[in-house]
């Protein structure tokens, strides 16, 4: 049978022009746009049949699409292509007759083999912009959207006004890496997976749980859903895959944001739940935080000492105050810790307001440094002078872990001013990731092995204090103040951790120092559990270097 060319090239020209707008291998649009081609070559059916790989193809696993129907086919004459694309994948094509026609002249074949390909070509396109469009909105590892698509719909939500219905919230898993480090990283993947899954179960089209990096996630709801957004990064029980009904909790650190009808860009949203999810994991006693005015005044705040920062590091403005460390059994001063003041525009401000700021970026590791070589040239005068130095310990932020060069810092600091090594301490904190952990195991060994001891700081107010104890080699056991409080809802409990604490660290054969000590009870108290060393206001507040240092020469006499 001849084909009429006119009536040919406008089903071809009908074919290009709907086949353009379809947007997938199986979309039921295919029907409309071979409806032309079809009728003229008499198609009864066209299928495909994909194939991850040949070896699929041998197997006959693959999936099957019908893109065409129009009656019969005849099933014993039938046209079928294979192709192969780009990375492998195989596609057979068949074409089926209409029963009762004549066969297919080789014009026509012809035709139908460029009907195939051109499809194929159609298709090849479609796979390129999915392939695409995963590579830009979604995140490789889970699958998951990521936060350039969070970026794009809720700038779309925004544009169409309906912003205020919306609560947003960035969110990290609480202590993730233990979970990838007990249970190993494909499991924790998985266990991450199925948060966010039984996250997003109950969430409409509009609510979406995008990944940021790592642990970090953000998520934008219908305020009516906020109740079940909290409880769920409350914690929720996950059954482990494959094992053993065994359940690990799973929780996460948020800060939100309840945005206003009148929000203009999703950049303002992702700023508030940053800088809110910061101050829930940094700087907060609970797992979540609100943004609100009084956090954006503190953000404002935080924003302004990191950019006073390092223009005050140049210009000297930190001075490091020493506070003595007593034995109450001589009454004598046995070292002292320093601890660092900031002097801007005639104010003196407290660490307690800069540290936990310059904590969130590496600045913390610049001042650290800097406070210990104050330290080091304060030493060296007194040396040169003749004065009965003492040891002095500085602090080390836990920012630091993970700087392979920081053992090999700190001794080119405190050699460059030929400071004996007996005479400084360093003290660090605990830590919760396992990671760190291993950076503090070998920082602490490395201290040691050049004769520069290692104090435990703030003892017991933190995670995994006595695996810190057993594993590492500490000197000094710095009790936090907070065991000393009397507590008169329990008077029965009063100071009983803090006698076991004091026991437990001299079985070990680590020299045990309580800070915080107030009152002549308290010094009573730590005499009858034999702890002599004591730091605290009641001695000595932090002094300054003049007044510290006459405090030593008076130890010579
Ligand atoms: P910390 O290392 O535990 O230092 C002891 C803190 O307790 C000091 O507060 C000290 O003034 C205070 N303190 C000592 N005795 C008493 C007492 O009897 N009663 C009360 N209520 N407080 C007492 P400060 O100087 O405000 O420092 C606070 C924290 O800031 C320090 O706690 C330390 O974690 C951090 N810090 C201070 N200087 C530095 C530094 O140079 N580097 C780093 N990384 N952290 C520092
Ligand atoms: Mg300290
Ligand atoms: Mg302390």
């Not at 070896?55 to 065409?68: D, Q």
């Not at 830009?136 to 794009?152: A, G, P, Q, S």
């Not at 210990?372 to 003749?386: A, N, R, Y």
Request: glycine share 6%; aromatic share 10%.
């Amino acid at each position: 049978m001849r084909i009429n060319n006119d009536e040919y090239s406008i089903a071809i020209d009908d074919f290009l022009l709907r086949m353009e707008s379809i947007p997938s291998e199986t979309h039921p649009d295919t029907q409309l746009a071979l409806d032309k081609l079809g009728q003229l070559l008499h198609i009864a059916l066209a299928k495909l049949d994909f194939y991850d790989t040949p070896l699929e193809e041998r197997k006959n696993n693959g999936n099957s699409h019908i893109m065409y129907r129009n009656g019969d086919p005849d099933m014993s004459r039938f046209f079928q292509q294979r192709e192969m694309t780009g990375v492998g994948n195989v596609v057979i094509y068949t074409i089926y007759s209409q029963i009762g026609c004549d066969p297919w002249s080789d014009e026509e074949l012809e035709k139908l083999r460029v009907l195939v390909k051109t499809i194929f070509v159609f298709h090849g396109r479609i796979r390129t912009m999915r392939l695409a469009e995963f590579l830009t909105f979604y995140d490789k590892e889970l699958k998951i959207h990521n936060l350039t698509y969070f970026m794009k719909h809720t700038g779309q939500i925004i544009t169409q006004g309906r912003i205020g219905d919306f609560a947003a919230a960035f969110f990290n898993l609480s202590n993730f890496s233990a979970v990838n480090q007990q249970l190993g990283r494909e499991r924790g993947t998985e266990i991450m997976l199925s948060f966010i899954q039984q996250l997003a179960a109950d969430f409409t089209e509009d609510e979406i749980v995008c990944r940021v990096g790592g642990d970090n996630f953000v998520t934008l709801f219908l305020k009516s859903h906020l109740d079940y957004v909290m409880n769920h990064f409350k914690g929720i029980e996950i059954n482990l895959p494959d094992a053993t009904r065994s359940k690990v909790v799973v929780s996460a650190a948020a800060g939100y944001y309840m945005i206003p009808a009148d929000c203009k860009t999703s950049t303002d949203i992702m700023d508030c739940i940053s800088a809110a999810s910061n101050i829930a994991r940094n700087l907060s006693k609970e797992s979540f935080v609100f943004y609100d005015e009084q956090l954006k005044q503190r953000v404002t705040e935080s924003k302004i000492i990191q950019d006073l920062f390092p223009e005050a590091i140049r210009k000297q403005e930190f001075q490091v105050y020493y506070q003595p460390k007593v034995d109450i059994s001589k009454n004598r001063i046995i070292g002292s810790e320093a601890l660092c003041r900031w002097f801007h525009d005639g104010t003196m401000i407290m660490p307690g307001r800069f540290i936990p700021i310059l904590e969130q970026s590496k600045a913390i590791c610049a001042l650290d440094f800097y406070m210990l070589e104050h330290v080091c040239m304060d030493i060296q005068k007194w040396l040169k002078e003749g004065l009965p130095v003492v040891k002095v310990s500085v602090n080390l932020s836990r920012c630091h872990f993970g700087d392979m060069n920081l053992l090999q810092d700190i001794l080119d600091i405190i050699d460059k001013y030929s400071v004996p090594h007996e005479y400084i301490e360093i003290e660090l904190t605990e830590t919760t990731t396992d990671v760190s952990f291993r950076d503090l195991k070998r920082i602490v060994y490395g201290l040691q092995k050049q004769g520069i001891s290692t104090a435990i700081d703030d003892f017991g107010i933190g995670y995994s204090s006595l695996n810190l104890l057993r594993e590492l080699p500490w000197d000094i056991l710095k009790i936090d103040r907070s065991f000393l409080a009397e507590k008169p809802e329990a008077p029965e409990q009063n100071h009983v951790m803090l006698k076991h604490i004091i026991a437990m660290a001299q079985e070990m054969g680590i020299q045990c120092i309580v800070e915080g000590v107030e009152s002549p009870d308290q010094v009573k108290l730590l005499k009858e559990n034999n702890c002599y060393y004591v730091q605290g206001f009641l001695f000595d507040k932090p002094l300054t270097r003049d007044v510290y240092e006459s405090r030593l020469s008076r130890l010579s006499k």
